[in-house]
């Protein structure tokens, strides 16, 4: 909470809030003209978006239409008081953190403003400082509680997150196809779909068409659809709202909003139950999500990639994969070609593994002689270049190549 008391030390915090607000989008409800404009004076040159309600109507007009990082709400609205609107708003679902002002310093409208929700309070009559500060303090409160979740998220589906920023090593034919692919279909809007078998690259072939896209500065949020329980996945993609059930102390931004402005990779999409598909489909066609218990959608925009490995039409034919959602999706689809059909791509990629993968643990790099170049070509690698990136990962544990990379091949001519 803001009190008078505490006005001396907001001017030097103001500053250090300037970039967040930058990128901030503020919704103002408050039926006086004059509040209204002065809160627009003070937050307007510093926000990204600044919208005006003068009435509760007006505030739930627009967010049916548009995502709030913060609501600044007046207490007296007319007839209606902020805090009741509040409270009911949260009962009914999502809203963004709140910064209430009250023209009165009473501890009851204080312990009544923090149960119905509200994450500050301005008492009448505040400082541009002041505001400025509650609101910027909102919505870092909101952002840090977001990243948090996505980074346990991130660090529970990745362990390879340190080895995904790869820019698809090689030169084969096949692969430079599919840099050219990307290249195209980066800068547009549409989906993308990513097929092929496990370990091919279809991860870091989507954080490539994010990292070319308009997108690029905003969030790439992968989620393994498989790895999650049928019950949490809806929670973890869609968001809840508290109390949704058993468990949901806490309301919580799903993945869709946390990848606001950027892209979701939705990798194992075939994994998704099918009254998950459904709601995905929904999501896809109105831009919207519904989180988990809420009544409110909210408006999202991003770009999605999804992944499979298995073969999403025999998965439709089986019924275990909604055909809709499977034309929805299969719009732009790229196939990353398994690492037997690269040609020497297989000997570029054990040379930039074991290069960093050296610097990484800290080990000498091993010496990829001819033999074991050859003997890298001739193999099936049924697990793709993470089968390979695990072999020089363990070789350089072990100081050494296992046998049958090392020993000569008898069935023909190597070094
Ligand atoms: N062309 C490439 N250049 C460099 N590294 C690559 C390339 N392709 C894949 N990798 C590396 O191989 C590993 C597996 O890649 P990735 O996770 O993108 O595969 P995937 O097809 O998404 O696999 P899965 O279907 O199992 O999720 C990662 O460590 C990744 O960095």
Redesign the pocket.
């Known amino acids: 909470m803001t009190h008078p008391a505490d006005a001396a030390a907001l001017p030097q915090r103001a500053s250090a809030y300037g970039t967040r607000l930058a990128s901030i989008s503020v919704l103002i409800v408050d039926d006086e003209p004059g509040m209204r404009h002065f809160i627009a004076r003070i937050l307007g040159p510093q926000c990204k978006r600044l919208e005006l309600a003068a009435s509760i109507a007006e505030a739930e007009d627009w967010l049916a239409c548009a995502q709030f990082d913060v609501i600044v709400l007046d207490n007296i609205l007319g007839a209606e008081r902020g805090l009741d609107w509040l409270a009911r708003q949260r009962g009914r679902g999502f809203l963004p953190p709140v910064v209430l002002i009250s023209a009165f310093a009473d501890l009851e409208t204080a312990i009544e403003a923090m149960q119905a929700g509200a994450v500050d309070m301005l008492l009448k009559p505040f400082r541009s400082n002041q505001l400025l500060n509650a609101v910027a303090r909102s919505a870092e409160h909101m952002r840090l509680e977001n990243e948090n979740h996505v980074l346990r998220h991130k660090l529970r589906s990745s362990a ?1 997150s340190s ?2 920023s ?5 030169n084969s034919p096949a ?1 430079e196809a599919i840099r050219a692919a990307i290249a195209r279909v980066a800068p547009l809007p549409s989906s993308v779909l990513l097929t ?1 078998a ?8 989507a954080r490539m068409i994010h990292d070319l896209s308009p997108r690029a500065q905003h969030h790439f949020v992968p989620v393994n659809c498989a790895a999650m329980s049928a019950e949490m996945v809806e929670a973890e993609l869609f968001g809840h709202v508290e109390g949704a059930f058993a468990g949901a102390t806490n309301r919580r931004e799903g993945l869709f909003l946390h990848a606001q402005d950027g892209t979701l990779f939705l ?2 999409v075939s994994g998704l139950p099918l009254s998950t598909q459904a709601k995905l489909l929904r999501v896809i066609e109105d831009h919207r999500v519904r989180p988990v218990g809420a009544e409110r959608e909210i408006p999202v925009d991003l770009r999605l990639i999804f ?1 499979t ?1 298995t073969d999403l039409e025999a998965e439709v034919a089986a019924g275990r994969f909604r055909a809709d959602l499977f034309y929805r999706i299969n719009i732009v689809h790229l196939h ?1 070609p398994p690492l037997r059909e690269r040609g020497d791509d297989v000997v570029a ?1 054990a040379g ?1 593994f074991m290069e960093r993968l050296s610097r990484q643990l800290g080990m000498p790099a091993l010496d990829i002689t001819p033999r074991i170049e050859a003997a890298l070509r001739r193999r099936d690698w049924p697990g ?3 089968e390979l ?1 695990n072999l020089i990962e363990r070789a350089l544990i072990l100081g050494t190549f296992p046998p049958d990379l090392t020993q000569p091949d008898l069935t023909g001519p190597d070094d």
């Open positions: 390879e080895l995904t790869d820019r698809l090593t090689g692969i092929g496990s370990g091919t690259g279809k991860e870091v072939a990798d194992e992944a490995n990353m990629l930039s793709n270049v993470r990136r």
